[in-house]
């Protein structure tokens, strides 16, 4: 089957999702283009990850359809990795065997995996670290890792899900800022999960709302900011504020 002509890289159409008695998602829908980064944002239980977690191919709908590059989603596949706040790397693995083992599951030679994890660890700055183990590291340094892996296979979209949560507000803002970097450097289409309104309006182009569970996309809302965000220090901005305000006022009529 050929993708369809002009297709975005991601689209969900109408997603349902139950687990048992409970329904997830109903309806959801929402479309993200090549090299576009966009957010998913909504009230705790509506649906996010479950939402994330389709688009990866991880679990299936049981109703719409998901589609990467106009192809339906069957199941995991190469043109997407997926980054979780849990870090979830290999603690008897080496920074470096953690970041080479999606390579390692392609069948890539050794040589060949080593070589571009060492770049890929050198891009997320853990250069220095790549023969220590996860329980080495600080939790910064292990999300770290956990990018590098998920950027090694030079996914066409990256699917992150609270990848931030856990670190300190110092360490966020360096990630953010190095995310930025790494996505734009890449091409890459990213479907970002976050409770952080701030963080939210501070990475995407556009940031989806969703209703309390079952959830769906209630609104849609574009971030105009410039770009680079960091050369042009939009967090002090009035339009930066202006839009946090507003994504706010959006999630308050939602409790």
């Excluded at 590059?69 to 997407?80: C, F, I, S, Y």
């Excluded at 998920?150 to 800022?177: K, W, Y």
Aim: charged letters at 25%.
């Amino acid at each position: 089957m050929a993708p369809l002509a002009g297709a975005p890289a991601v689209r969900a159409e109408k997603v349902r999702k139950d687990f048992g008695p409970v329904r997830a998602l109903e309806d959801a829908s929402f479309a993200a283009g090549e090299g576009e980064f966009v957010t998913l944002i909504g009230p705790s239980g509506c649906g996010k990850t479950t939402l994330l977690k389709i688009v990866g191919g991880l679990i299936a709908p049981d109703a719409g359809e998901v589609q990467v590059g106009g192809l339906p989603v069957r199941g995991p596949g190469p043109d997407r990795s997926l980054v979780f706040q849990d870090f979830a790397l290999l603690p008897w693995a080496t920074v470096l065997r953690n970041v080479a083992f999606g390579l390692e599951l392609r069948g890539a030679p050794r040589a060949e995996r080593e070589e571009t994890a060492r770049r890929t660890i050198a891009k997320v700055k853990l250069g220095g670290f790549e023969h220590h183990y996860p329980h080495q590291l600080s939790g910064g340094m292990q999300q770290r890792a956990g990018l590098a892996r998920a950027l090694a296979v030079h996914p066409r979209i990256l699917l992150m899900d609270e990848p931030f949560a856990s670190v300190d507000e110092q360490t966020r803002r360096l990630f953010q800022d190095d995310l930025l970097g790494l996505a734009w450097e890449e091409r890459q289409t990213v479907v970002f999960v976050t409770h952080s309104m701030e963080e939210a309006i501070y990475l995407s182009d556009r940031v989806f709302v969703m209703s309390p569970r079952p959830g769906r996309v209630i609104e849609e809302m574009p971030v105009l900011l410039p770009r680079p965000r960091a050369e042009h220090g939009v967090r002090g901005d009035l339009e930066f504020t202006r839009l946090v305000e507003r994504l706010w006022d959006s999630l308050r009529k939602l409790q």
